[in-house]
């Protein structure tokens, strides 16, 4: 055996005991095992090499919990990406990989492989996959399993909010606000808007349905099981007295489709129900319009009667009403059957005994007089005033029951001379 004696006395120089404490190039070690490097170099300061295809491992343990252990091993691999550095864990009964780092950078917790920079692996309902500790800390976990599994951020302590900021850190973009009884959703600053299917939302919120979709674009319901009359949806546009628009829709179909579902219960259901209230100008409850038709129909009422408890108006003319009235109509008006339920007595009382019936010499004088049949209105004032149908249709009856008593006396006056002259 030949000896070299200048790696010999190399070695000596650079090889150290010190209290059972080994150094190399180190002639002070303060730890079992003590190495100095000089950093200029590309040289390690520990390298393990495996000769076969395999681990190259560094174990850790305590003799005080038998079997427990962990190991660091590497493995390079002829596609560099592959190559892994995992960290491996034995409880003293079985063990497993931890994390695990391949030469393309990505790192797997709970999965030898990670497909991305970070990949973490975690298995059934509840089961956490990343806790961020703070003094109120987050979870993200899945909670259920298999195809009904979901990824859920959980805030640990109620009444804690989860905040967007913008780039200068103080700027509120959202707000999520974690209440048990009460969360809430809020998008900051006041002039955001918020798009749903829509990249550049002109409104506060705006909703664009799939064009390929039959689904609809805003479903809106309440499952509320009490009695009161809470709204589905509520609108409100009101920036100054007589200006704003409630609600604005337009369909191809339907502008506006309202169905009340009363069910067995008796209180009143309104299908639609409009209110205009103001103390000067016109009000309209619910306005109508429609043109560009074969028929044009500003109010359609299929089923049911229509009632209104004030005046009716038809026609331009009748826009102002007739005081007294509760329907005016400027126009003709056409029916099949008309009915006029009378306030005065029928005149039959002509027919009575002691029914005065005028004279025709003074019912004469009374023509000449006044130009018209007495008890009937002047041309004038049926120009100007109109005439009651059903007071008309009794002054008429009237006046012919006293021409029919009138003709049956001249009647009986002629057979009397007949005979005389006979």
Known sequence: MRLNLSCLLVFIISFSINAQNIGINEPAPIGKLHIRVNSTTNLPHLRLTEDENDYARIKMENNVYSGVYWDIAGRTNSDPSLSLLNFYFNNGTSGSDKMTVLGNGNVGIGTTSPNSKLDIRSVGNNAEILRLSSERPWVFKQTGTASSANLTLQSINNGKNLELLGADGTTKAAIFSMWNDDPKVIFVPD?????????????????????????????????????????????????????????????????????????????????????????????????????????????????????????????????????????????????????????????????????????LTELEKEIEKLGHLPGLPSAREAEEEGIMLGDMNRILLEKIEELTLHVIRLEKEIRVLKSKKN
């Open 191 to 359: 002039n955001g808007n918020v798009g749903i299917g829509e990249s550049n939302p002109g409104n506060k919120v705006r909703i664009k349905g799939n064009s390929t979709s039959t689904q609809n674009v805003l479903s809106v319901s309440t499952t509320y099981l009490g009695n009161s009359n809470i709204r589905a949806v509520e609108g409100f546009a009101r920036p100054a007295d007589g200006y704003g628009f409630g609600g604005l829709f337009e369909g191809g179909a339907r502008g506006v489709k309202a169905t009340a579902w009363g069910g067995s219960s008796s209180n009143l259901a309104i299908g639609v129900e409009g209110s205009s209230h103001g103390t000067n100008g016109d009000r309209i409850g619910v306005f109508g319009r429609a043109s560009g038709g074969s028929k044009n129909w500003a109010g359609y009422f299929a089923e049911g009667n229509m009632y209104v408890t004030n005046d009716l108006r038809i026609g331009a003319g009748a826009i102002n009403g007739a005081t007294g009235y509760k329907v005016a109509i400027d126009g003709k008006v056409i029916a099949e059957e008309m009915r006029v339920q009378l306030s005065g007595a029928w005149p039959d009382y002509v027919f009575e005994d002691d029914y005065k019936l005028m004279p």
